[in-house]
């Protein structure tokens, strides 16, 4: 499926930079006062963007929305060896403002100066160890760095499923060079994007990422359209490697999640959602009912034919919804009963925190899974597979048991990759039913 709609947006962010990088002194003392307001809490999710137009544009674009950014994803220079080394310029960029940064870093340059395998035995550790000094004098020691961002897609130098073990490893050398340099407390994002394709391969290991995010858009090529956009966004969810998988891997490595970009689309092609309010909705009780540490939304645009932006004019009502919810913050809540899901619920909080549905869903690593049953006396069987599994006699309702304050997790790994069914058989208290689900596992 293409996802090739950000890569134009993509350069033109990082040709301004670079503009800039080429027309500024290196490191200059004024730029070394601190800006970056470090780490990211627990329990907090920052909510931003990424706007091509600095720090002006990132000011307007929390204004207009009711509410302040709290972070911005940018794009480091990428040309060549010396425009990812030298950094220099993110002073200027940034200047006055106080946010957490996100930086997406090349890990190879456009001019395909550079392999996967070189960076794997270190030889280009040198232009990192510049660029992470460079930041640190310019006061964003304590930023985050996407590295090698849309690792799963094939657009960029560094297409990480050509080879994954080495793109593993040069990641890991990047990442200790990066910390090694005196001041630098950086947080990496390991970011896939939307391809339905494993990055399990190209994993470097816990010790080296900090963050788990995905790139997701409002656009579909599957037959049924980007207009059903019930479909487009169970295909996000649900997909191979979508968000429930992201999230259940980021669970089960003990991760926060991430979406350095996201947005709606139209596209002259005809493969965009368009106007969709629903989008935004969806989106917002995601991340709220998810352990997301930031979100961006990609407020840009390629060209009149394919574009994000929430002003354009194609997205009247869908504007409207982000500023409705999103000028209230997305701060990480459990849902409300309103509208939790009902029935067989899936989750990554062991507290029950915010779920999905299971039915029709993938699931990967440690996940928590419980009944939603309509009141507490009831008692519940479950059957996985034609046989029984387990029973819960009082609530709360676990599939692997637990107490009133955490459940147990279900280590997917126990079960054979593919499909399988799970019924909960709800009975006394005036109630009963059996509520199915049919989930995937994916190892």
């Not at 920052?46 to 709290?70: I, K, N, Q, T």
């Not at 368009?274 to 961006?296: C, K, L, Q």
């Not at 009944?371 to 046989?387: I, T």
Request: aromatic share 12%; charged share 15%; net charge positive.
């Amino acid at each position: 499926m293409p996802r090739r709609g950000r890569w134009t947006a993509t350069l033109a962010l990082t040709g301004s930079a670079l503009a800039i990088s080429a027309a500024l002194p290196a490191t200059p003392a004024a730029a070394a006062t601190a800006r970056d307001t470090g780490a990211i809490p627990n329990g907090t999710t920052l909510s931003g963007v990424v706007d091509r137009g600095g720090a002006a544009g990132a000011a307007s674009f929390g204004a207009w929305r009711g509410r302040p950014v709290s972070v911005v994803t940018d794009y480091l220079g990428g040309s060549n060896w010396s425009s990812i080394a030298n950094t220099s310029w993110t002073g200027y960029r940034w200047a006055g403002t106080h946010y957490h940064y996100v930086w997406s870093m090349f890990m190879l340059p456009m001019d395909r100066s550079g392999n996967m395998s070189a960076g794997a035995s270190g030889a280009y550790n040198r232009y990192f160890r510049q660029a992470a000094q460079g930041l640190v004098n310019n006061g964003y020691g304590s930023s985050t760095i996407r590295l090698g961002w849309e690792l799963t897609g094939n657009w960029y130098p560094w297409a990480a499923l050509n080879n994954p073990s080495a793109f593993a490893a040069y990641w890991r050398q990047i990442v200790t060079t990066m910390r090694s340099v005196p001041g630098a407390h950086f947080t990496f994002d390991f970011n896939i994007s939307n391809q339905g394709k494993s990055p399990l391969a190209a994993y470097p290991g816990d010790a080296y990422v900090d963050y788990v995010g995905g790139d997701f858009y409002d656009e579909t090529w599957k037959p049924y359209g980007p207009k059903n956009h019930t479909a487009v966004w169970n295909e996000l969810l649900n997909q191979p490697y979508g968000m429930n998988w992201l999230a259940s891997f980021a669970a089960a490595h003990g991760k926060r999640l991430s979406l350095p970009e996201w947005a709606l689309v139209y596209r002259c092609d005809g493969h965009g959602g368009g106007d969709n309010p629903s989008f935004i909705t969806n989106m917002r009780n995601w991340i709220s009912s998810h352990n997301v540490a930031y979100e961006t939304y990609f407020n840009a645009a390629d060209n009149d034919c394919q574009t994000f932006k929430l002003d354009n004019g194609h997205f009247w009502s869908a504007r409207n919804q982000y500023k409705t919810l999103f000028s209230k913050g997305v701060a990480t809540t459990a849902l409300s009963s309103s509208n939790s899901p009902s029935g067989i619920t899936v989750g990554v909080n062991k507290n029950r925190s915010g779920g999905w549905t299971l039915n029709g869903g993938t699931v990967s690593g440690k996940v928590y899974i419980w009944e939603k049953a309509p009141n507490n006396s009831v008692k519940v069987q479950f059957v996985l597979d034609g046989k029984n599994y387990h029973y819960e006699a009082t609530a709360p309702y676990d599939l692997q048991g637990g107490s009133s304050s955490a459940a147990n997790a279900l280590n997917t790994a126990n079960l054979a990759a593919g499909k399988h069914t799970l019924k909960a058989v709800v009975s006394g208290g005036g109630v009963n039913r059996t509520d199915s689900a049919t989930f995937t596992v994916k190892h």
